[in-house]
């Protein structure tokens, strides 16, 4: 079972790195860009250090103070279904 976990927490990051990846380079170039619900749903569903990640390393998002205002609480969210789910599995 943490083969899994592991295995699709690997996917999930990877995907949401690649996902802010390709935003930033749409963003350079002038093209049709990533929706950020996308990019906060990728970090949603477990991509969220990938997210991190990306942003710090690609620059990208960094000076929209309301897009890591809500990747804080995405974060956040993600971080309490991870403690419950540990706790669940403990018993």
């Given at each position: 079972m943490w083969a899994v976990l592991i295995g699709y927490l690997v996917v999930v990051n990877l995907v949401a790195f690649v996902l802010f990846g390709i935003d930033k380079s749409r963003a350079r170039s002038g093209q049709w860009r990533i929706p950020e619900r996308t990019l906060l749903l990728s970090a949603l569903v477990g991509g969220f250090a990938g997210?991190?990640?990306a942003m710090a390393l690609l620059r990208h998002k960094t000076s929209k103070r309301s897009f890591q205002a809500k990747m804080v609480a995405v974060t956040a969210i993600d971080v309490v279904i991870a403690v419950a789910g540990?706790?669940?599995?403990?018993d």
């Open positions: 997210a991190w990640l540990v706790l669940l599995l403990s």
